[in-house]
């Protein structure tokens, strides 16, 4: 016999799994996991001490799909981890001192504010989730080039062309990733609910 999701307004992905605290903390190390493998995905960008990796995509998936206060705790874990040595940032690097720390700094912000938007339907649509992803790439970018530019003693006009300009086009390809991802999960558990 199975048994029918229901889905309701204000709902994240994770709410539909049943509640606990044991659901909760393993989908918080598993967020945190998810981005410190997504980060080993990373391509070298010339003349930049940051690459392009995997790891915005997935904490603005992780934000959306767990809600903010999973989202944040789980980029939190992330990054607390990872400033004690874990070597899961980009490129294997860990510690306080990577130039790139901001931007790690930036995506716990955006988790707040991607896994909001989420719970208010910003995941369920393609236009929303168009909005709600550039959204959260410019609060990792608002965080990130100032924090880089800083570490570096580059100006902040030599930040953004080295951690900025170059991602816009990767930027791209994620948000129109995950602007098909979510809505269509949401689709088939609502398609799914439907026939039950």
């Known amino acids: ?9 204000g709902q994240v992905l994770a709410d539909l799994l049943p509640a606990s605290r044991v659901k909760d903390a ?20 010339p003349g930049s001490p940051v690459p392009v990796t995997g790891q915005t995509f997935a904490a603005l998936l992780v934000g959306t799909s767990l809600g903010a206060y999973r989202g944040a705790a789980s980029l939190a874990v992330y990054a607390i981890v990872g400033m004690a040595g874990m070597p899961w940032f980009a490129q294997g690097k860990a510690g306080m001192g990577a130039p790139s720390l901001g931007y790690v700094l930036g995506m ?7 896994g909001a938007l989420a719970r208010r339907g ?10 709600t992803m550039v959204l959260g790439s410019a609060i990792i970018y608002a965080v990130g080039v100032p924090y880089l530019a800083a570490a570096t003693g580059m100006s902040l006009t030599e930040a953004v062309a080295a951690g900025l300009t170059p991602f816009l086009i990767g930027d791209a390809l994620k948000a129109a990733l ?11 558990i609502n398609g799914a609910d439907e026939k039950h």
């Open 1 to 9: 016999m199975s048994t029918a999701v229901i889905t309701r307004p």
């Open 26 to 45: 393993a989908l918080v190390l598993g967020g945190a996991a998810l981005t410190g493998v997504a980060a080993q995905i990373a391509v070298p960008v």
């Open 108 to 114: 716990m912000l955006a988790a707040v504010v991607v």
């Open 122 to 131: 910003a995941d369920r649509s393609v236009a929303r989730m168009a909005g």
């Open 178 to 188: 995950a602007m098909g991802v979510l809505p269509l999960a949401w689709k088939f």
